[in-house]
T-cell receptor, first 113, second 113 residues
Framework: GQQVMQIPQYQHVQEGEDFTTYCNSS?????IQWYKQRPGGHPVFLIQ?????EVKKQKRLTFQFGEAKKNSSLHITATQTTDVGTYFC?????????????FGKGTKLSVIP | KAGVTQTPRYLIKTRGQQVTLSCSPISGHRSVSWYQQTPGQGLQFLFE???????NKGNFPGRFSGRQFSNSRSEMNVSTLELGDSALYLCASSFNSKNEKLFFGSGTQLSVL
């Protein structure tokens, strides 16, 4: 079945440093979504990428979808303590009739003030 | 608009017992997905229901089952509980799920003793 791998598992950064998490799928994706889960909270949707090579920005966050639609990345510029949490990518297989959203194991970000 | 509501918030059970978790989706949402979250394993897909029909099922044993009612509310049942079933069970809803973001509830924290 479809697998979504995400690295690194943990990342500790000094406040103000940049952060990147990478996501790779074993199959071609129809779209990829990113979620953020704050400590003690539940996952909250950040963004969805659909097109090959797509790049989207949300303030200090930049999301990319690979040309082959099998990989994606999230980059945070100049991290702040409010960025603390676990970031998950989640992809839907491009096969017909597939509604399942498969999540990566997440990257837990710690920001040292 | 009320969010996704999951009850109960916490549950403590003993091995061998069974448990039923409830999820009320956002009004108008017809798709409900269930995920199991454990430290280090991320979110693992259990199943997804749409209009009372199970559309997708993850790789969990038959002890895990679910259903959806005509009002889109969903229940998840775990029979013959095992220690390894201790986890946060998250429910997520969307209008149709194919290309839409998921809205997660706060989850039910299940502890099996």
């Amino acid at each position: 079945g479809q697998q979504v791998m995400q690295i690194p598992q943990y990342q500790h950064v000094q406040e103000g440093e940049d952060f990147t998490t990478y996501c790779n799928s074993s199959t071609t994706l129809s779209n990829i979504q990113w979620y953020k889960q704050r400590p003690g909270g539940h996952p909250v949707f950040l963004i969805q990428l659909v097109k090959s090579g797509e790049v989207k920005k949300q303030k200090r966050l930049t999301f990319q979808f690979g040309e082959a639609k099998k990989n994606s990345s999230l980059h945070i510029t100049a991290t702040q303590t409010t960025d603390v949490g676990t970031y998950f990518c989640a992809g839907r297989d491009s096969g017909a009739g597939s509604y399942q959203l498969t999540f990566g194991k997440g990257t837990k970000l710690s920001v040292i003030p | 608009k009320a969010g996704v509501t999951q009850t109960p918030r916490y549950l403590i059970k003993t091995r061998g017992q069974q448990v039923t978790l409830s999820c009320s989706p956002i009004s108008g949402h017809r798709s409900v997905s269930w995920y199991q979250q454990t430290p280090g394993q991320g979110l693992q897909f259990l199943f997804e229901y749409f209009s009372e029909t199970q559309r997708n099922k993850g790789n969990f044993p038959g002890r895990f089952s679910g259903r959806q009612f005509s009002n889109s509310r969903s229940e998840m049942n775990v029979s013959t509980l095992e220690l390894g079933d201790s986890a946060l069970y998250l429910c997520a809803s969307s209008f149709n799920s194919k290309n839409e973001k998921l809205f997660f509830g706060s989850g039910t924290q299940l502890s099996v003793l």
